[in-house]
């Protein structure tokens, strides 16, 4: 064998015939210093793992809140139809754009047969009645530009046709006549059955034909009662028919609860009232004990 330390060949195991060394011992050494630098390898891997493994649970956690507020705050703006309160223009005069509708596009040789709003009217069509080329619902009304002229035979300038405060697109649903001026009040808005448990009780005709009633899952954070749900382009009221009378009804809004104000319960049935305001916020009916834990801090 050769010597590890003089590294000269040697017959004997026990000890070297050139230095003397005791191979025994020198032997046992490189074994113990091998044994250890493999336990702190060893270590070192397991180190380096438990470090990935805690970052991929750091992340995990993150999505996982990340996500949770992001559906809570859903304000389930998914309803894109008339995003901003509907203008009511009764004194437009025919043949002419409002102000706030103004493009300047100017008509040429090269456009006039495009349709750059996509509404079924060319530039020239819409040049010629005084419409948006930008806008394919000049009125707001509900209705495009080309469905009024085309289909409706409506106004495509004003929002109601006859000025009797009520939108040509209610008249058109609730087949109305679209040129008679309707008396205030004349015409009451019905109930609506969404559901088994909700019903709505539109205060006007444009909340009858254009409001809109969300629902969506339910929030697990709070353990919430109920699915969530929101109004759009609704005023009036949302009957809500209960099993359990012990509850609340919150907005959630950045991943907080807030108690709604303008609610009442009786005879198993919550009566909300929503005005323009209570529009696209997330409503959440939940028991009143998990409402206290809430609170306390128990479902933060």
Do not use: H
């Not at 509404?119 to 020239?124: E, M």
């Not at 930008?134 to 046709?161: F, H, Q, R, Y």
């Not at 008679?180 to 909700?198: H, Q, R």
């Amino acid at each position: 064998m050769i010597c590890p330390k003089c590294n000269k060949e040697t017959n004997t195991k026990k000890f070297c015939t050139n230095c003397g060394a005791d191979l025994e011992e020198i032997i046992k050494n490189q074994k113990k210093e091998a044994k250890e630098k493999k336990g702190e390898k060893f270590i070192k891997v397991k180190t380096k793992i438990a470090l990935v493994l805690f970052l991929i649970f750091a992340l995990f956690v993150a999505y996982i809140v990340a996500t949770n507020i992001y559906f809570s705050n859903k304000n389930f703006k998914n309803y894109e139809s008339n995003a901003e309160t509907t203008a009511k223009i009764s004194d437009i005069k025919e043949n002419e754009t409002p102000e706030w509708e103004l493009k300047d596009i100017e008509v040429t040789e090269e456009n006039k047969d495009e349709d750059y709003d996509g509404d079924g009217l060319t530039n020239q069509r819409e040049k010629e009645l005084g419409t948006n080329i930008m806008n394919a619902d000049t009125d707001n009304d509900g209705i495009s530009d080309g469905d009024e002229v085309n289909n409706c035979n409506t106004n495509p300038l004003k929002w109601s046709t006859s000025d009797d405060n009520i939108s040509d697109f209610a008249k058109i649903v609730k087949k109305l006549d679209i040129n008679k001026k309707y008396g205030e009040g004349e015409i009451k808005p019905e109930a609506i059955e969404v559901n088994s448990s909700v019903t709505l009780k539109p205060s006007d005709l444009e909340s009858e034909t254009k409001g809109i009633f969300k629902e969506f899952t339910k929030d697990n954070k709070i353990n919430s009662y109920k699915p969530v749900f929101s109004l759009y382009n609704f005023e009036g009221e949302v009957e809500y028919k209960l099993d359990d009378t012990d509850v609340v009804l919150l907005v959630a809004r950045n991943g907080k609860y807030t108690e709604f104000e303008n609610y009442t319960i009786a005879d198993r049935k919550m009566t909300i009232k929503i005005d323009e305001d209570s529009n696209s916020k997330d409503f959440v009916i939940v028991t009143i004990q998990n409402y206290k834990n809430y609170q306390k801090g128990g479902n933060n």
